[in-house]
Structures are given as C-alpha cells and as structure tokens.
C-alpha cells in the first residue's frame, strides 16, 4: 500500500503537467481544428474499448502484473513521442501525429486498467479503501497543484518569447511528464501480485455476458454512462471558454481550473472517503452527485467582466467531485475484485469501460458537431452573454440530474438509506456549525467568569490587607 501511494507522486505529475493549459496551448500551436478538440475529448474514451481483450486475456492466462507493467509504460512513453512531434514531423502532420500518438497511448493505458483495479481490488482491504484512496488522492491533489502553478508560470514566460518558444516550452512539459509517468509503473514493480488464478477454460461470451446479467451493475452501467456523456466534452470546451471568450492567460486558467480545485478537493476528499466508509458509496453518489449538477453551467456567468460570480458558485461542485469519484471509484473495485481467485471480476472493469468509451466518444462527437454548426453565435440569457461554449454546459447540467435517476434501483444492502445519509450529513453539518458559532461566545463566557472571580479575589485580598492596618 506504501509502494502504491509512493508511486502515485509520479504518476500525478504527469497527470498534471499534461492536463490542462499544456495540452490545450499545445493543440492550438499544432494546428487542431475546432472538430478536433472534439476528437481529443474523444480519443481517452475510444482507447477503452481495447480493455476487453485486456480483460480476456487476464483471465483465461493470467500474467497481469506483466500486462500492467508493460502496457503502463508504452502508455506514458507515448507522451515523450508527443513532445517530439514538432521536432520529428513536417508541419502539416503536427496535428494528426498528435491524434494517433494520443490515441496510442489511450489504448496502452486503458489495456492496463482491468489490470490495475483488479490488483488494487485484491490488494486494498475493502473496510478501509474510502480513507486510503482519499489519502491517495490528497498526495496526487498536492502534487498537481505544485506542477499546474510552474506549468502555468512557464507557459506564460514562453508565450512572451513568440510561438516557437511556447511550443518548445510545452514540447519539454510533455518529455518530463512521460519520463515521470513511466516511473509510476516501474515502482510498482516491487509489489507482489496476489490472488489471481487465471481460467483456460474461460469462454469469452460468457466471461462478458455475466456482468450483463448483474441487475445491480446495469444501473451502474447506466449511470456512468449518463454522467460520463455529460462530462465527456466539458474539459477541453471549458479550456478553450476560459482562452477565447474570457481572453485569460495560462497561469490565470491554470489556477482557476487546476490549482484552485485541487487545493479545494485536499480538504474535501478525505471527509467524503470517511463518509464513504460510514455510509456506504450509494449514499455519498447521490448526495455529491445533487452537489455537481450545477457544475458545469455555472461557468457561463465567468465573463471577463465578472470572472469571480460564476467561478464562485462552481466551486461547490469541486469540492463534491471527490465524492463522486470516490464513490464510483469503490464501488467498481468491490465488483472488480478477484475473490481468491474465484471469479473473473476484470470483465466487470472491462465491461464498464467499454460502456463509459462509448458514451465518452459519443460526447467528444457531440461536443465537436456543436462546437463546428454554432462557430461564432452570440446570444444571452437571462442578461448574461452565451456562446456555443455555454449551451455545451447548459447541456452537461442536464444531463448530470438525469444520471441520478440510475441510482434509484441500485442495491448496496451494507449501506445507509439515502434519506438516512442525508439526515447524517445534514445533522453533522449543523453540529459543526454549531459549534463553530457558539464556541467563541462559551470561551468568551467562561474568560468572563474567570476575570470575574480572579476580580473578586483581589478585592477579597485588598480589604483583608486594609483590616490589618
């Protein structure tokens, strides 16, 4: 377990230096159209569809330490060769070369992903998985915050030099971010790989047919489905909102959409991994799901005029994004777990993935189709000014209430009612406001009765001095 979160300080460093203002400036300078951002929205999800023959394999011949380890370093590998595009490539291959090395990369990363969770499912004991991939989370949350502030400082320092530096800076962002990712994986070579017997008799229909026949998993499927059409397209239009309309710089959007959230999701996620463990997932999914729906939309009223309102009010939804995460997080572990060996349960993994692609493909398309027939529309609402870019999150809010609606029928019998886990939460809330408003009065009170009896004893001291003279 200490190997595992040791190694996540790598893997986050990659994660957030190839996140955001990089990847978006890097993109633009490489000449992608505006169809290809929905492409690149798109091509993360496309690369899942490659975890069922990942998952097929695992099962019927095992060997899923050296499946993970190997498909995890072609996988952030792949990002040293995007950093060499503008060096290797003639100028108008610059940004197809982008496409098919992120595609390639997507596939190896997601061929090590039934992998990977059925590992952690085995190796993570279930009582305690809220609290340490929270903990988990916090120790990449930190190191994305450092990474985004000097990514974003960097960015702006080359932009000022011209268009050839800024791509150099970024192409350098890139190389150390696939160097640092593929260290991620080689640490976890020293973690032993336990409990996972392989079938050869494992029957491909019927190894992806059985989640299929889980009730309990079809509303999961359903719902991350939903929620991950509505998410799908949001990063990258968000980036380009903040760059186009807003006209910001990349260490403002670098801190308004990563330093920020992440120093915000630190002090949230450890609280929604404990509610997780007490609660259940079901529960947190619906209380921090209620929490995220007015996420996206609420970044139409970021203008350049009113950049604080709108920002505001959707960093409430940051700090519930933990709570979604984790809790999705969990409960796919639980059914992804191998049981001694007893059952399969990376076809679960696979079978999910396969599913969000899917609909993540779908939404980067989508994202894309409206992005190109909406071009330059100009419109308002309710006084405020809309572009294309806010009836994309107008969108992404509606579909995040209606994802919800999965989780009528979703059964976890360990867990809390949701009304219960309401009550809770709200109850605790209440108890913590309490105390933070009358605290100080009960200190101010008791100091009062402590200077009044402190007072009276030195009255008491002063007539017993003057009785004696």
């Given amino acids: 377990m200490w190997h595992i979160s040791t190694a996540w300080v790598f893997g986050a460093a990659w994660l957030w230096i190839t996140t955001g203002a990089a990847l978006t400036q890097y993109?633009?300078?490489?000449?992608?159209?505006?169809f290809g951002f929905g492409l690149l929205a798109a091509i993360p999800f496309a690369g899942a569809l490659l975890q069922l023959p990942a998952s097929y394999v695992l099962a019927r011949y095992g060997h899923r330490k050296r499946l993970m380890l190997a498909a995890g370093v072609i996988h952030r590998m792949a990002w040293v060769a995007v950093a060499l595009i503008p060096w290797v490539l003639p100028n108008p291959w610059w940004w197809p070369g982008l496409l098919v090395l992120m595609g390639i990369s997507s596939m190896a990363g997601h061929a090590a992903t039934p992998a990977v969770l059925?590992?952690?499912?085995?190796?993570?004991?279930?009582?305690i998985r809220g609290r340490y991939f929270s903990r988990r989370s916090q120790i990449g949350q930190f190191v994305g915050l450092v990474a985004t502030v000097l990514v974003g400082l960097g960015l702006d320092r080359a932009q000022a030099a011209g268009n050839v530096a800024l791509i150099h800076a970024v192409s350098l962002c890139m190389a150390l971010a696939g160097i640092l990712g593929t260290i991620d994986f080689l640490w976890l070579a020293r973690v032993p790989d336990l409990s996972h017997r392989p079938d050869p008799e494992a029957d491909v229909c019927k190894?992806?047919?059985e989640p299929f026949r889980?009730?309990?998993?079809?509303?999961?499927?359903?719902?991350?489905?939903?929620?991950?059409f509505a998410l799908g397209y949001i990063g990258q239009f968000i980036w380009l909102y903040l760059f186009d309309v807003v006209g910001m710089s990349n260490t403002e959007a670098n801190l308004m959409l990563v330093s920020v959230p992440l120093a915000i999701s630190m002090g949230s996620t450890r609280v929604w991994g404990a509610l997780i463990d007490r609660l259940g997932c079901k529960p947190s999914m619906v209380i921090a799901g209620l929490l995220i729906v007015h996420g996206a939309a609420a970044w139409i009223l970021v203008t350049p005029q009113h950049l604080w309102v709108g920002y505001l009010i959707a960093m409430i939804a940051t700090a519930a994004w933990p709570g979604v995460d984790l809790s999705n997080f969990n409960l796919l572990l639980r059914m992804s777990a191998s049981e001694e060996g007893q059952r399969q349960g990376s076809a679960y993994v696979a079978v999910n993935s396969?599913?969000?692609a899917v609909a993540g493909i779908l939404s980067g398309l989508f994202g894309g189709v409206v992005?190109?027939?909406?071009?330059?529309w100009r419109g308002t609402l309710l006084g405020w000014p809309l572009t294309y870019h806010g009836v994309l999150f107008l969108i992404s809010g509606g579909l995040r209430l209606a994802s919800l609606l999965w989780?009528?029928?979703?059964?976890?019998?360990?867990?809390?009612?949701?009304?219960d886990a309401v009550r809770y939460v709200v109850g605790n809330i209440y108890s913590n406001v309490q105390q933070a408003v009358f605290m100080p009065v009960r200190?101010?009170?008791?100091?009062g009765r402590l200077a009044y009896v402190v007072s009276q004893r030195r009255r008491a001291a002063r007539r017993a001095r003057r009785a004696l003279r």
């Fill in 354 to 356: 396969v599913v969000m």
């Fill in 214 to 228: 889980d009730r309990n998993f079809r509303h999961f499927l359903g719902y991350t489905a939903t929620m991950t």
């Fill in 407 to 419: 989780l009528i029928g979703l059964q976890e019998p360990e867990a809390y009612s949701t009304r």
């Fill in 207 to 209: 190894l992806f047919c």
């Fill in 118 to 127: 059925s590992w952690f499912a085995d190796l993570i004991p279930e009582r």
């Fill in 27 to 34: 993109a633009k300078r490489l000449g992608l159209p505006p």
């Fill in 443 to 447: 200190r101010l009170v008791r100091l």
């Fill in 371 to 376: 992005a190109n027939m909406m071009g330059d």
